[in-house]
């Protein structure tokens, strides 16, 4: 159970709870469209799908920032560059993982097998980019936002405007609340000539970004319920989305911000995705 604990808090376990909702809320809304059958031997691979794909994308992002991480006082206690798991770990547990996201990821269907190496590709190329564009929290957007995209997939309903709008919603969302987190490492990136948007553009520019960046995410949202025909359940959800953003900007501009990102991507976040979710589902039920 310790090695377990270990190997959970390296690829941050916990953090699932942000990109699960929006995948499961993704899951209600397909099944409003023509779909395969939702038996519980697809739903548990599609729950596979999205752990094993995420554990091998953040073992990967350890692995490779080791040596970041390891000068970063922020970062120095993170289990690689602490030295409590070995890198070697690290990248067989990408490997492992990613097996079986591909193995799982066949059993939805042809089309999610032949998705899941270009999905790989994104989540494990996004541990690059910091390296060299500013649009890396876009990146971490896009990744995040491939869950609902493959559980929209897998539920076997066709692309259309509403789950592009939905991912588009996800992709902003994630990308508006890691400038915030990035604010953290403004001087740091700067100094070790790491992109991101605050050390690119300074603090107040970031914060800008991130929220207008929001500003989509809400109208993204509610685009999509529109084009589903969705209820005021659904609606109100997206509602409570934008308070809840505007509150996370307000806490982030209140002080000194550094000592407030924490509870701001921690806390309202969470909220944020699982709030949508449980109204869109309370949504779906009303309305059947």
């Known amino acids: ?19 699960m909702p929006f995948a499961a809320a993704a899951v209600v809304l397909a099944l409003e469209r023509p779909h395969v059958p939702l ?56 490997i492992a993982s990613s097996a079986v ?5 066949g059993t939805l269907g042809r089309l999610p097998l032949i998705l899941s190496l270009p999905v790989l590709v994104v989540l494990l190329g996004y541990s690059y980019t910091k390296r060299f564009t500013w649009a890396s929290h876009l990146v971490l957007g896009v990744a995040l936002a491939l869950a609902p995209g493959g559980a929209w997939i897998a539920m076997g309903a066709e692309v259309e405007p509403a789950i592009l709008a939905l991912m588009t919603g996800v992709v902003t969302w994630v990308a508006g609340f ?4 990035s604010l953290q490492d403004e001087a740091f990136d700067r100094a070790h000539g790491l992109y991101s948007v605050p050390a690119a553009f300074g603090t107040s520019v970031a914060v800008i970004v991130s929220a207008a960046l929001h500003v989509v995410t809400v109208s993204a ?36 911000r550094l000592e407030r990102v924490g509870r701001a991507f921690f806390d309202v976040n969470g909220y944020v995705s699982a709030g949508y979710f449980v109204l869109t589902l309370l949504d779906g039920l009303a309305g059947r």
Do not use: K
């Open 178 to 181: 890691d400038v915030i987190y």
């Open 39 to 94: 038996t519980v031997a697809r739903a548990l691979a599609m729950v596979g799908c999205m752990v094993a794909a995420r554990t091998a994308a953040m073992a990967f992002n350890r692995y490779l920032d080791r040596s970041i991480d390891s000068e970063n006082p922020r970062t120095q206690r993170r289990e690689v560059p602490a030295g409590i798991v070995a890198p070697t770990t690290a990248v067989g547990l990408t």
């Open 221 to 256: 949202l509610a685009f999509a319920g529109i084009v589903l025909h969705r209820g005021p359940l659904y609606h109100g959800g997206v509602a409570l989305i934008a308070v809840l953003l505007v509150w996370e900007h307000v806490i982030v501009g209140r002080g000194t």
């Open 1 to 19: 159970m310790s090695t377990v604990r270990t190997y959970a808090s390296m690829v941050t376990f916990a953090h699932t709870l942000f990109a």
């Open 101 to 105: 996201f591909v193995l799982l990821a």
